[in-house]
């Protein structure tokens, strides 16, 4: 079965987050998931988190990995900065504004827009009214990165606070 890495955002992403939901889901058709718990998660530091995320691809091997928030930020630091082999699959949720003045974010700012994603197929979802990202900087974002994109009405940064405890295209998108 295929293995699923599940990386959060500022914060986490305990229950009820979608992410969480998408978990358990993966767990009960018999994915392998791993969905670690970064050091820090309410005042991340950029290095910390970007060498517990690759330490944890290269034992983890995962096949699909899915990224909300802050993780997208993560992953496109990540790809510029280490070598990893490519996954099948990568979905990106909500990702920040370059602009984006929290404090918290800041050693992950600015991020670079990698050429190589690193997976044989991307997706990247965003709400359209997101307070973190406009949809310009998102579609222009989705456009630099050259890759398919979801905007969801009044779905705010797509988070449990948006009331996303589930996220079905999410699950179906995984086992597609």
Same mark, same amino acid.
């Given at each position: ?6 990386? /959060? ?34 005042? #991340? ?12 691809? !290269? ?7 899915? *990224? ?8 496109? /630091?990540?790809?510029?900065?280490? /070598? ?10 909500? #990702?920040?504004?370059? !602009? *984006? ?10 991020? #670079? ?6 997976? !044989? ?56």
């Amino acid at each position: 079965m295929k293995k699923v890495l599940i990386i /959060h955002g500022l914060g986490g992403s305990d229950y009820p987050h979608w992410q969480s939901w998408l978990a358990s889901e993966l767990i009960k058709l018999n994915y392998t998931v791993s969905f670690p718990a970064l050091p820090n998660r309410d005042n #991340p530091d950029m290095n910390e988190w970007l060498e517990v995320v690759y330490n944890e691809i !290269k034992y983890f091997k995962p096949d699909i990995v899915v *990224c909300h928030s802050l993780a997208n930020l993560l992953w496109f /630091h990540l790809v510029e900065k280490y /070598h990893i082999d490519e996954v099948d699959k990568l979905m990106l949720v909500a #990702p920040v504004s370059q !602009k *984006c003045e929290m404090k918290e974010l800041q050693s992950f700012l600015p991020y #670079p827009i990698p050429s190589d994603l690193r997976a !044989k197929e991307a997706i990247m979802a965003c709400g359209d009214n997101d307070p973190y990202i406009s949809v310009d900087e998102a579609i222009a974002l989705q456009s630099s990165l050259n890759i398919g994109m979801k905007i969801m009405e009044n779905a705010g940064h797509i988070n449990r606070d948006s009331g996303f405890g589930e996220l079905s295209c999410a699950l179906e998108w995984v086992q597609r």
